[in-house]
């Protein structure tokens, strides 16, 4: 089975800072996907950004980037320079087909993040 | 676009009365899910569908039941609402099965008395 840890419940960081979001993973795939999803209060799911277990690079897109090591089964959500807009739920999620496990994405429980002006 | 549209966003029950979640997309997509969010409990899977006639159990299907009427649309029943069941549902599809990016409805808060 898989299972996303996310170990920050909560988080205040300080307009401008750059912030990183901690996710470590498990999972008995060797091809599987990892996910960053941005909740808003209005309650809405916006996906950030995807990192396959495969890809060398580190996945970036504008101010996301994914600090992805896969030895240490960790995606890490990089957030630079934090703007206002940035507080929200910030859920890790993954992907992958255990030979008999569910479809879709398993998730976290989420990080709140709150950017303090 | 449209994407992902679920019905009703909000509802109100008493518990033992029956409902059903509508939940359609637009984006030609095989499959499709059902989550649930609880406070402090992140998304969990309660049923997900494949492809168009398939269905299968997911995290926590317990209580539920659903149909995939066609590709577009999936569809989540309470028979006999529990308080327990009080919580957010959002639907969700995907291109790929796996490997893919979920889409999500603005998902349906349901409030069993």
């Known amino acids: 089975a898989q299972k996303i840890t996310q170990t920050q419940p909560g988080m205040f960081v300080q307009e401008k800072e750059a912030v990183t979001l901690d996710c470590t993973y498990d999972t008995s795939d060797q091809s599987y996907g990892l996910f960053w999803y941005k909740q808003p209060s209005s309650g809405e799911m916006i996906f950030l950004i995807y990192q396959g277990s495969y890809d060398e690079q580190n996945a970036t897109e504008g101010r996301y980037s994914l600090n992805f090591q896969k030895a240490r089964k960790s995606a890490n959500l990089v957030i630079s320079a934090s703007q206002l807009g940035d507080s929200a739920m910030y859920f890790c999620a993954m992907s992958g087909y255990s030979g008999g496990g569910a479809d879709g994405l398993t998730f976290g429980k989420g990080t709140h993040l709150i950017i303090q002006p | 676009n449209a994407g992902v549209t679920q019905t009703p966003k909000f509802q109100v029950l008493k518990t033992g009365q029956s409902m059903t979640l509508q939940c359609a997309q637009d984006?030609?997509?095989?499959?499709m899910y059902w989550y649930r969010q609880d406070p402090g409990m992140g998304l969990r899977l309660i049923y997900y569908s494949a492809s168009e006639g398939t269905t299968d159990k997911g995290e926590v299907p317990n209580g539920y039941n659903v149909s995939r009427l066609n590709k577009r649309e999936f569809s989540l029943r309470l028979e006999s609402a529990a308080p327990s069941q009080t919580s957010v549902y959002f639907c969700?599809?995907?291109?790929?099965?796996?490997?893919?990016?979920?889409?999500f409805g603005e998902g349906s808060r349901l409030t069993v008395l």
């Open positions: 969700a599809s995907s291109a790929s099965r796996n490997t893919g990016e979920l889409f």
């Open positions: 984006m030609n997509h095989n499959s």
